[in-house]
């Protein structure tokens, strides 16, 4: 027999004012978009500062929605779990009611819009109505009315669960957050790239716009948009936002993206906000030199502090270096003392070897690296930063002959000798910065056809800024084949 609604109001432990104000709660949530009405404006601060208490409460109506049905199961086992179950269901739905009244004060106080922030708001609304539900329908449930409809109800909770919480990860992390380190072709697949309609080789895809994306986009992006403001893409960033354009090409000093970025980490307007890290001296230098040279979305060609950015080559292939298997011995016993070790670059021996002296940068000269002279074919990177290795050092290192990345930076190397690493044809990586390295000691590696990335911040090779550390200098030709690649031929 059909259960009418009368005789469910009639045999359900819920009272008809219950009903009545459950489904008047109900319409007032999925009204509440409308009345909230988010115009992209900050408010009131007390608004923030409350509504900063969402992310935390949030996770108190998660556990108890991913409790509740496995109470249920185990209540068929055990009675008195499933008693239990009742409270944790009536304790989710007060939960979820505060959480989702912190996120709308998040919102509306800091002024988020966009795409994600309305998926995770309606979300959060669904989510509220079929717990509502759920307790609804629980009673008619537990005395065999509709037995159907409270399992139902309960995976349409969880999968509104997922898809909330998804969407308030997106806001957190970014909406690329699963897919940042998706293999390109994969990304080529499924048409993940947002760079839009630009040179895929220019400067701006290939620097700037990862840049953006991966410091940025998170509060600038389809899924989330403060002040108005996307930098997701060209044409968005060079439309600006609510206040007016945040890049003036060929003017960095009047720029207000490059103003932001190089606050004070503690200024009120500083960005990246939200406590998260500030943009590395070399992604500043290259926005700073993208800008005063045009902003352009196609030059392929931006000269930054001394050393010029070509136009895009592929990395030479990775080659395959010796087996070390008969040091395997010598390079454990090396790993577990203190000092200077050599590290697996995988469990595949022909993969190579990295030599690192974090534990004893101070203790570590000239003769301690020619002790490893006999690894030299197997060493693919060498970290020698803070070390107290100086231009002898070249002697032994050009007998490394699978390097492919030397950090110098912050020791006494002056340069002179580096021509002693022209043989090494699979180095793509030097970094000098904080060295007395010259222009003139440069010259050696005019022969280094697959050097691609030179740092030389804070060397004498670096040329002089402007005073309003904008303009580029003319500076001695690079390095044959000093090209853009993943991050560029810059100073660091």
């Not at 005019?446 to 670096?462: D, G, I, S, V």
Request: aromatic fraction near 6%; charged fraction near 15%.
């Amino acid at each position: 027999m059909r259960t009418t609604a009368k005789g469910l109001l009639t045999k359900s432990r819920i009272s008809p004012a219950l009903w009545i104000a459950a489904l008047t709660l109900s319409a007032l949530l999925l009204t509440l978009p409308a009345i909230l009405k988010l115009d992209g404006k900050a408010h009131a601060d007390w608004l923030q500062f409350i509504g900063r208490f969402h992310p935390l409460a949030v996770h108190l109506p998660i556990g108890l929605v991913v409790l509740l049905p496995l109470l249920e199961v185990a209540g068929v086992f055990r009675p008195a779990l499933r008693e239990a179950a009742g409270f944790v269901l009536g304790l989710a739905v007060l939960a979820c009611l505060g959480s989702l009244a912190l996120g709308c004060l998040l919102a509306y106080g800091s002024g988020d819009t966009g795409t994600t922030v309305t998926r995770h708001m309606w979300g959060g609304i669904a989510l509220c109505v079929g717990l509502i539900a759920c307790l609804l329908a629980r009673s008619s449930w537990l005395i065999g009315e509709l037995p159907r409809l409270y399992p139902i109800l309960l995976c349409w909770v969880l999968l509104a669960l997922l898809w909330t919480a998804h969407q308030g990860g997106s806001l957190t992390h970014g909406s690329n957050y699963l897919t940042r380190y998706m293999p390109a072709p994969l990304k080529r697949w499924i048409a993940l790239s947002s760079v839009g309609a630009v040179n895929p080789d220019s400067f701006y895809a290939m620097r700037i716009h990862p840049i953006l994306d991966a410091n940025c986009v998170a509060c600038h992006g389809t899924g989330k948009v403060q002040g108005g403001l996307r930098l997701d893409s060209y044409e968005s960033l060079m439309k600006g936002g609510k206040d007016g354009p945040v890049i003036s090409p060929g003017n960095a000093a009047t720029s207000v993206l490059l103003t932001r970025i190089t606050l004070p980490p503690n200024h009120q307007q500083f960005m990246p906000a939200e406590g998260r890290p500030p943009l590395k001296a070399d992604e500043i230098g290259s926005i700073r030199a993208w800008i005063q040279q045009g902003a352009s979305p196609s030059a392929t060609a931006i000269a930054i502090a001394g050393i010029a950015n070509h136009e895009q080559a592929k990395e030479p292939p990775l080659q395959p270096v010796g087996d070390y298997s008969k040091w395997m011995d010598e390079i454990r016993r090396m790993q577990q003392a203190q000092g200077a070790k050599l590290l697996f670059v995988s469990s595949k021996p022909s993969d190579g070897l990295i030599l690192s002296t974090v534990d004893a940068p101070g203790n570590f000269g000239d003769a301690q690296l020619a002790q490893f002279e006999k690894f030299g074919p197997y060493i693919v990177e060498a970290n020698l930063a803070r070390t107290a290795v100086t231009d002898a050092s070249f002697d032994t290192l050009r007998k490394f002959t699978s390097l492919r990345s030397l950090h110098l930076e912050a020791t006494a190397i002056t340069g002179n000798g580096l021509a002693k690493l022209a043989p090494l044809s699979q180095l793509t990586y030097l970094n000098l910065s904080e060295t007395k390295v010259t222009s003139a000691a440069l010259d050696g590696l005019r022969a280094m056809p697959n050097l691609r990335h030179t740092y030389l911040f804070n060397t004498p090779a670096q040329p002089a800024q402007p005073q309003d550390a904008t303009q580029s200098a003319s500076v001695p030709s690079p390095p044959k084949g000093a090209r853009n690649g993943s991050d560029s031929a810059v100073s660091k």
